[in-house]
Structure formats: structure tokens, C-alpha cells
């Protein structure tokens, strides 16, 4: 809706350098709250740190590069969609306008903030325009800080969208949302794990659990290709070695080869309607020369084919290649909290997601990350 009133004014600006520099506003803000090392709902700061109000002119953060490359936003493109609080219509990030829904629940969020006498909606638009330069204030930090809770008012609201969805979802989508959501607040302490072969009474649809066991099958044959390709670009080491097709595998990639036979031959089991993943299943379980092949030509970025052989492709990184295949993410200090309650093997992260947000909207958050202090507070 900023960037939306900021366009109005005759701001060229899109919603999406609106939204990151907002976002890298307000994670900036929640470092000056000292928070633990490895806290999941702050990104970027390593890049935010040293920063000062003075680096926070609109034109400075939303530069490309100012922020992470990966924001919180990206991940809002199918949920707000989902949940109403944009209108219908548009499928980019770019493209989306606020809705009733969007608009009641951002004045209800921002209800008990006035920094500097305005809104905070408006108080930011004036700083995208830049009219105004003013953002160090602790009521503006309240307000955008991811560390802070919703108000009572706002949780209420986002839990009946995320109840009753938007209205031209269909209405199965929304009953699945509203099973998995009390499946994840089912399980609160001392909870059982949860195998896939015992469907919970609170998903009431069969098919509902038989797709979201097959998408963690699907996820554990999809991370084991990615897994092989890493170990593969190891191998290959710079961009002046390449790797024949046909050869016999290196020591190094029989493990990783095997694990992905194996998943991907779990995921055809299941039998999954889903061409697409069925497909590229199958493409895993066929003859050693061809599984490379297929997956170093659906890659083609970081290696590419040139004949039968492999070799690097425009985006090889031989030196980040080792990080990769051991598992190191790009961003170590942005990973999601511990989250280990005994889930299904490889279920989907949005369940995972589902499940914080749960606990966010209960105001029950910061005590589940981090309890010691929560005992603390209430003495």
C-alpha cells in the first residue's frame, strides 16, 4: 500500500524495492534489540550491521545489493493471495494491491503505533518520497521489528484469514489450511512423532495426507539430485576439468547416486498422480550415463553438457562448490529456528512455517525460541 500511495505522488518506484527496503528497515531496527545469535526472524545481518539511521535514506535501501538477495517477501507471493489479503489477479509480487481484508488488517497491526504523530503506513510513505529522514524512534522499531508480537487484535484477524482463506480459492484449499493448522497446534509438547503411515485425526482427507506424503517424497528425491550435482561440481573442481559420461563413477558420487536411486524409486511407490515429479523419477532410477545426462541438462547454469561430457557451465563457482556439497547454506546466520518435534521424514516446509506462525498468532513465540527467558519474565 506504500508503494501503491507513493506511485500516486509520482514516485517511480516498484512494490518490491518498497517491500525490501522496508524489510531491511526493520531488521535493522531489531538489531539494536540484541538478539541471540542465530535468530531466525532477523535476515541480513551481516550486511546490516554498522549501519547507521543516516545509511537508511530510501535511495540507499532499496539499491539492489543494500539487503539480502533472498528477503522475507519472496515469500509472500502465494500466501497473500491465498489468504485475501490482496485482490485477485495478479500473480507477481509487482502486481499485487492491497484488498478490504489487506487493508483493516495493516491498520489494526499498526493501530497503537503513531511515530512521529502519523500512522506508520503514512509516516513511511513520507520517507519514500523523501520528505522525511526520521527513523530512529522506538515506536517506530515496535511497530516494523519482527521480534515484537502483533497485537491481540491483529493475531485475531490474521488467524480468520488464515481460516477462511480468500474467496476465490476453492473451498478445498481452505479446508486443508484449517486441517493442517490445528494439526500443527495439536502438537505441542510432549507430542508423539508422527510417522507417514498414520494419518492424524485432523487432516480429514485422505488425498489431502497422500499428497503431502508424496511432496516429502518428492523433496527427498529432489534434494538427493541436488546433493549429486554439488559432488559433482567437486569433482570437476575447475573450469578446466570435465567429467565423461559413461566413466565409471568416482568414489566420491557412488553414495550420493544411491541415495537418490533410492528416493526417487520411494517417491514412484507412492504412485503420485503428479506427472511431472513421476517423470523426472523416473529419469533417476534409469542407467547411471543417463541419470547424469538428464540432470546436468536440466541444470545447464552451473554444469552443462558439451557432448558426453560434463563441464562447467556461466554460473560454476569452483570455489563455493565444497561449501555446497557439505551442506553449508549461503547464509548461515538467515537459517530457520530448530524446529525438531517429530515431524514426518521430509515434510514440506510450509508446514514447518505453519507451525511458528501458529504460535505467533497465539502470542506464544518468543517463549517456544526461547524459554528460559519466558520463565525469567514471569518470575
Not at 81 to 106: I, K, M, T, W, Y
Not at 161 to 175: D, I, M, V
Not at 284 to 312: T, W
Amino acid at each position: 500500500m506504500v508503494a501503491e500511495q507513493a506511485a500516486l505522488r509520482g514516485k517511480s518506484v516498484t512494490q518490491i524495492e518498497v517491500a525490501n527496503a522496508i524489510e531491511a528497515l526493520a531488521c535493522w531496527m531489531a538489531l539494536a534489540e540484541e538478539p541471540q545469535a542465530g535468530e531466525g526472524r532477523i535476515r541480513g545481518t551481516t550486511k546490516l550491521a554498522g549501519l547507521s539511521a543516516k545509511d537508511f535514506i530510501f535511495r540507499n535501501a532499496s539499491r539492489p545489493g543494500f539487503y539480502v538477495t533472498q528477503p522475507m517477501r519472496m515469500a509472500t507471493v502465494n500466501v497473500l493471495p491465498a489468504l485475501g489479503l490482496v485482490q485477485p489477479g495478479g500473480g507477481r509480487f509487482n502486481s499485487f494491491r492491497c484488498s478490504e481484508d489487506g487493508l483493516a488488517f495493516v491498520e489494526t497491526a499498526f493501530a497503537e503505533h503513531r511515530p512521529f504523530r502519523r500512522s506508520v503506513p503514512d509516516h513511511l510513505l513520507q520517507w519514500v518520497l523523501g520528505q522525511v529522514d526520521k527513523i530512529d524512534s522506538p515506536v517506530l522499531r515496535e511497530a516494523l521489528s519482527p521480534l515484537q508480537p502483533l497485537s491481540e487484535k491483529a493475531c485475531t484477524l490474521l488467524r480468520e484469514r488464515l481460516l477462511q482463506g480468500s474467496s476465490a480459492s476453492p473451498s478445498g484449499e481452505r479446508q486443508r489450511r484449517r486441517d493442517a493448522l490445528n494439526w500443527v497446534q495439536s502438537r505441542r509438547e510432549n507430542a508423539p512423532p508422527c510417522q507417514w503411515e498414520q494419518q492424524p485425526t485432523q487432516i480429514s482427507d485422505p488425498k489431502h495426507w497422500s499428497d503431502m506424503r508424496a511432496g516429502a517424497g518428492f523433496f527427498a528425491a529432489r534434494d538427493a539430485a541436488q546433493d549429486l550435482l554439488n559432488k559433482l561440481e567437486v569433482h570437476i573442481g575447475d573450469r578446466g576439468n570435465r567429467f565423461l559420461i559413461g566413466s565409471s563413477l568416482p568414489q566420491q558420487l557412488r553414495e550420493p547416486f544411491s541415495d537418490l536411486q533410492f528416493k526417487a524409486r520411494a517417491f514412484l511407490e507412492l504412485q503420485h498422480e503428479d506427472k511431472e515429479a513421476t517423470t523426472f523419477c523416473r529419469e533417476l532410477i534409469s542407467a547411471d550415463d543417463n541419470v547424469l545426462r538428464q540432470l546436468v541438462a536440466r541444470d545447464g547454469r552451473i554444469l552443462r553438457l558439451v557432448g558426453d561430457h560434463v563441464c562447467a557451465g556461466q554460473a560454476f563457482e569452483a570455489a563455493d562448490a565444497e561449501a555446497s556439497a557439505s551442506g553449508a547454506t549461503y547464509d548461515q546466520e538467515d537459517s530457520a529456528p530448530a524446529d525438531n518435534f517429530g515431524w514426518p521424514p521430509d515434510i514440506s516446509h510450509r508446514i514447518r512455517n505453519l507451525w511458528w506462525l501458529s504460535l505467533d498468532i497465539e502470542r506464544n513465540l518468543n517463549a517456544w525460541l526461547h524459554p528460559i527467558e519466558a520463565e525469567v519474565a514471569h518470575g
